[in-house]
């Protein structure tokens, strides 16, 4: 390469050099060049990349190539709060246009923004849709508009926001400036309705593969609430920024306050709380180094914490698109993280229960209870979790991950379909008058004050030489399966045949059913740690000067009032611990410190690495 010229040529070359300069990376990763050229192209486009993927780069290095300001257009306050104060401390020229301005910082905004003094200004899409807003910046040079989180224009998604919808609107209010659409879950249908709804037919689409290395994932049906066990998993993982969903405000009130009696800096989050306090909570997760969040999916898009290093389900999600990106909270750092889901038959009753409840039309009802199915199918499942999830978002060859429970230790399975028609024909029997327990109970013989009818049954006590438990868990499966089905009964369930043609294959021995050896010794298994805490690579020999710069930045981040990753994330304070930079230039080549960064911090930095 010409080490005279002093313009890069090649738009990219632009590009990388803010990433390095700005933003502190050696090189784009993924398909973020691609998406990059393409809008400095001045070209629109739909990029879905996973979670931690590096998306919000693929529209902030564009807005600061091209000529103009970069409109970015997100749904929830928190997640423009944090991403402009990350920009302004890599010293980019970032704003937020938010309702609670007040008039003369508004015109002071407008200045700038006319001024040709900012770069990338963030709004919720109401705002950028509003007239008179619209109109002015109509007026105004702009680099191109981002819509993050774009699945939220597709009601297939989870986070169908009608005020989305408007966005449409911009491709003939403003033809000539390019739109990038970025999300991290979209299967073909949602990714459709987003071209479509966007406007953005013909437009280049880059879909990265939806593989999350750093998390380990694992799942485990649960005893009851689940609670005991999600104390247990919590206090062997002590230190460390975690998120645990809960399906009801209740019982994300009830969970925070057993951790707390445990000695955990645990929150509660739900819509139920008022908007101060669920902002100031927010705050104090955000800028707290091991707070536990434990929250309904209230909690959900926008959070973008990077050193989160675990995310529990104490309750499953309701799709596998939501457990994707509910999971893909934990470690968006790239540093080692997990996804643990406590599952079980009721919370899956329950979901389905509530989907035939809801004002909606059949046919996303049906989409949606199949979305909830092929949930449990992978949480029950035998094989590879990750693999599993990836080829239900259309991957194809997929490797299987080397991390997950299911690939350490796979699960013997063992043949059960003597049993399961045991279990079919006494719920035949039974006429679907009873619930589970009921029905293990006549299985094994132990119902009490059985009547004479119950007892003359031919499949009453059929069952006694197998264990209560093993029944329980067969139960389930075969609910998980849908041979058998419960019948919602004002919330006591009874359990009767479900899927037909399924339950006369297994009646002829067509179908096998097999069930995981370790599920029929679940007593003993619960002990069991599973997949091993995820850490952070540090050395021990670096650990000391770790804990140095952590505790500066803590100080630093309290100074400053913003979260402790704004100022360095703990990924680059590993590789500064491990590389232990003497010079300027040396720590100018740790990823995530660029010259913004340098100037501000450089000093104390190596000040401390000098000393520890
Ligand atoms: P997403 O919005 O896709 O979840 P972010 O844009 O928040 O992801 O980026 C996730 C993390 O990856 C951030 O910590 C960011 O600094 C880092 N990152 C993004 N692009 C790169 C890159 N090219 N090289 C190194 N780190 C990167
Ligand atoms: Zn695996």
Request: net charge neutral.
């Amino acid at each position: 390469m010409p080490s005279t010229a002093p313009i890069p040529r090649d738009p990219l070359d632009a590009a990388r050099a803010i990433l390095r300069d700005t933003f502190g990376h050696a090189d784009f990763r993924g398909l973020q060049a691609g998406v990059v050229g393409e809008v400095l192209a001045g070209r629109s486009a739909l990029a879905v990349l996973p979670t931690g993927g590096g998306k919000s780069l693929c529209y902030q290095i564009p807005a600061l190539v091209r000529p103009g300001l970069g409109l970015v257009v997100s749904p929830l306050i928190a997640l423009m709060a944090d991403q402009v104060a990350a920009l302004q401390q890599a010293g980019v020229r970032a704003a937020r246009l938010e309702s609670g301005l007040s008039l003369d910082d508004r015109s002071a905004l407008w200045r700038r923004i006319e001024g040709g003094e900012l770069d990338l200004l963030y709004l919720s899409p109401e705002a950028l849709m509003a007239g008179p807003t619209l109109d002015r910046l109509a007026r105004t040079p702009l680099a191109l508009i981002a819509v993050d989180e774009a699945h939220c224009v597709s009601q297939w998604g989870h986070d169908f926001r009608p005020e989305y919808r408007m966005l449409g609107r911009l491709a003939d209010a403003l033809p000539d400036v390019p739109r990038l659409a970025v999300t991290a879950t979209a299967d073909a249908r949602t990714r459709e309705d987003i071209r479509r709804e966007l406007r953005l037919e013909g437009c280049a689409e880059f879909v990265d593969s939806f593989a999350r290395p750093e998390l380990a994932l694992s799942a485990e049906r649960k005893r009851g609430k689940g609670h005991a066990r999600v104390a247990e998993l919590v206090a062997a993982r002590p230190g460390r920024a975690g998120v645990i969903y809960c399906g009801s405000r209740d019982g994300a009130e009830i969970l925070a306050e057993a951790l707390r009696k445990d000695g955990v800096d645990a929150t509660a989050y739900h819509a139920g709380l008022d908007k101060d306090v669920r902002a100031e909570r927010l705050e104090q997760f955000l800028e707290a180094e091991a707070g536990v969040m434990v929250a309904t999916i209230a909690f959900g898009m926008g959070i973008d914490k990077p050193d989160v290093r675990y995310v529990i389900h104490a309750d499953p999600p309701a799709s596998i698109e939501a457990y994707w990106q509910e999971v893909g909270r934990a470690g968006r750092d790239g540093q080692p993280a997990e996804g643990i889901t406590l599952y079980g038959s009721a919370d899956l009753a329950w979901a389905l229960r509530r989907l035939d409840s809801r004002d909606t039309s059949a046919e996303v009802k049906s989409v949606q209870a199949r979305k909830a199915r092929q949930l449990y199918a992978m949480l029950d499942g035998a094989t590879c979790r990750a693999a599993a999830v990836r080829r239900y978002f259309g991957e194809e060859a997929v490797q299987v991950c080397g991390q997950c429970d299911l690939c350490l230790a796979p699960p013997k399975l063992t043949d059960a379909t003597e049993l399961a028609q045991k279990a079919l024909s006494a719920a035949h029997r039974l006429g679907g008058r009873f619930g589970r327990g009921r029905l293990v109970d006549h299985l094994t013989g132990k119902t009490k004050d059985v009547m004479d009818s119950e007892k003359a049954l031919s499949t009453w006590a059929i069952g006694a030489d197998t264990a209560a438990n093993t029944w329980r868990d067969l139960v389930d499966q075969l609910l998980f399966e849908g041979l058998l089905k419960e019948d919602p009964n004002d919330g006591r369930p009874l359990v009767g045949l479900g899927d037909a043609d399924g339950v006369r294959a297994v009646y002829r021995g067509e179908r096998r059913v097999s069930v995981r050896e370790q599920l029929a010794a679940a007593k003993s298994s619960r002990g069991r740690k599973g997949a091993k805490a995820a850490s952070l690579y540090v050395d021990p020999a670096d650990v000391h000067l770790f804990e140095a710069l952590r505790g500066w930045r803590r100080e630093e981040a309290g100074r400053q009032h913003v979260p402790p990753y704004v100022i360095f994330h703990d990924a680059t304070l590993a590789a500064i611990a491990c590389s232990r930079p003497r010079t300027e230039s040396a720590l100018r080549a740790v990823d995530g410190v660029g010259e913004g960064k340098l100037a501000r911090y450089g000093e104390a930095v190596l000040k401390l690495v000098r000393e520890n």
